[in-house]
């Protein structure tokens, strides 16, 4: 997989991730172009399309656009699973995912896809696996997050000199 576009209907990005070294310029265009293009076809129309020297794969849930671009020759059923797959796991761990939660958890959205793909292709298959990862993860953010809290002196009373 080269990069995964998540957008609204409206077309904004929510969500990109890119396994190919591009210019922001570039990414920008190649944002710009493919956003149009997917939100111009018709609900009917096949989710697969070629597009430059690429595959462009995409599926609409609920208000967002989740699209992938894919090598000529990788398979185009297996890239839908990859996308449906990325869904489960933002529906098992936001509860029934909508596009608010990747805006304001834009940063889990992306642990997640980081647990589930790695440098483009899949890392781990069970969803159960990468939602313990995911878990731990919380875990440890949540611990780090309660040890830099300051603690409140036992002895709030005294002038804070030993005696």
Not at 45 to 65: G, H, T
Not at 82 to 106: A, T, W
Not at 113 to 121: A, K, N, Q, R
Request: aromatic content about 12%; overall charge neutral; hydrophobic content about 40%.
């Amino acid at each position: 997989m080269q990069f995964m576009l998540l957008f609204s209907r409206q077309g904004k990005l929510r969500l990109q991730k890119w396994y190919v070294p591009l210019s922001d310029k570039e990414k920008k265009k190649i944002t710009r172009e493919l956003v149009q293009t997917v939100l111009a076809r018709k609900p009917k129309m096949c989710s697969f399309l070629e597009w430059r020297d690429l595959k462009i794969v995409y599926k609409r849930y609920a208000s967002l656009y989740f699209c992938c671009a894919i090598e000529d020759q990788d398979n185009e059923l297996i890239t839908l699973e990859i996308i449906h797959r990325y869904v489960e796991l933002l529906d098992k761990y936001f509860g029934s995912v909508c596009e608010l939660d990747i805006i304001f958890n834009f940063e889990k959205a992306y642990f997640i896809l980081d647990e589930f793909l790695l440098g483009g292709e899949v890392q781990e298959t069970s969803k159960k696996n990468v939602l313990k990862a995911i878990e731990q993860a919380d875990l440890l953010q949540e611990r780090a997050t309660l040890e830099q809290l300051p603690l409140k002196s036992a002895s709030s009373g005294g002038s804070g000199n030993p005696t």
